[in-house]
């Protein structure tokens, strides 16, 4: 596919009177054109820092960001304008301006740029269409609910048909619920108009609900990268394990430190695979974790079993979880 972001080593750090802090190490990655992706990582990990060199709201140390194979470390001051009227942003808390209605909130970018007024309108109009809001053209940012102001800051964003949409934190304020109907707003935009979206979170949840990408962030470096799939499936680091199943939480009343993690796909979430490997096995097993996700419009389950001190049932256990095709990993020090 057509690479429409390309980040290649960039490097962002921060010098203050007492310390200099490393917020971003060398990061090279290259996200897709039309695709969603999802860079999560947590507090403090560089994330956001990352997402706002994007659009050169910071300039790397060093490194080059490149939008369709344009350089902004290149651009003067009136071409990186005009470059980032296609690179939209939309936030945690929304930011919308108090005084202006939700219609005129929306106006606001198309103003901007010099649309008449008339023009502006209409387009307006046609956004808060598109987000499911054209009642509330007239009410006020107080009037509304948290999901509510997300959808016309996402309708702002659209106003000069941006070709990259940049979401920082951007359901973190919101309930569950809500969160789902925003992603799935994004991901009808993301089908719609082909536009290309990144999302900063720290909530897995989020990248499963939508991405097709995922890059993981720990400590200011790329730790992982890949599908959603691929990466849910089989997580190589720690950073990438404590996102995808919280591989850093620690079980101290249990016996047998050996422990697998196993993922389930296609038809085999249907079968009572575990029930079967106990009752051939004649061996209990404790379940640690055990949950289901939507990645990408397929079902995907996952369990961390603990499984007995006696070594010999142990491996019982996992040539008969391997001889059904099931995704089988072996967790180092995920009990104590």
Do not use: W
């Amino acid at each position: 596919m057509e690479t429409m972001i390309q980040i290649k080593e960039v490097t962002k750090t921060f010098i203050g009177r007492d310390n200099k802090v490393e917020a971003l190490k060398g990061i090279s990655l290259d996200i897709e054109k039309g695709s969603i992706c999802g860079i999560i990582g947590m507090s403090g990990a560089g994330k956001s820092t990352l997402v706002r060199c994007l659009n050169y709201l910071e300039k790397p140390t060093s490194g080059t960001v490149l939008i369709e194979g344009r350089d902004l470390g290149g651009m003067n001051d009136a071409q990186l304008r005009r470059t980032r009227t296609e690179i939209a942003m939309i936030f945690q808390h929304f930011n919308l301006l108090m005084q202006r209605n939700v219609l005129d909130n929306v106006c606001f970018p198309l103003e901007i740029v010099g649309k008449k007024r008339k023009e502006a309108k209409k387009r307006a109009a046609e956004l808060l269409e598109i987000v499911g809001l054209s009642e509330k053209a007239k009410a006020y940012p107080s009037q509304l609910s948290g999901g509510q102001k997300q959808r016309v800051a996402i309708a702002r964003a659209l106003a000069n048909n941006p070709k990259i949409l940049l979401c920082d934190e951007a359901t973190s304020a919101l309930d569950p619920t809500t969160t789902k109907s925003i992603l799935a707003l994004l991901k009808e935009i993301n089908q719609k108009f082909g536009i290309t979206i990144v999302i900063i979170t720290h909530e897995m949840s989020v990248v499963q609900e939508i991405c097709s990408q995922v890059a993981i962030i720990d400590e200011g470096s790329l730790v992982e990268s890949g599908s959603v799939e691929e990466v849910f499936s089989r997580p190589k680091t720690k950073a990438a394990q404590k996102l995808v199943f919280q591989g850093e939480r620690s079980v101290s009343l249990m016996h047998g430190k050996r422990c697998v993690r196993i993922v389930f796909q296609d038809n085999s979430s249907f079968e009572p695979v575990i029930a079967n490997m106990v009752l051939e096995c004649r061996t209990p097993v404790n379940i640690l974790l055990a949950d289901t996700k939507d990645i990408g419009g397929t079902a995907r389950g996952q369990m961390v079993l603990q499984f007995p001190e006696d070594s010999a049932a142990a491996e019982k256990m996992i040539r008969y979880l391997k001889d059904r095709n099931l995704t089988v990993e072996e967790l180092a020090d995920y009990v104590e």
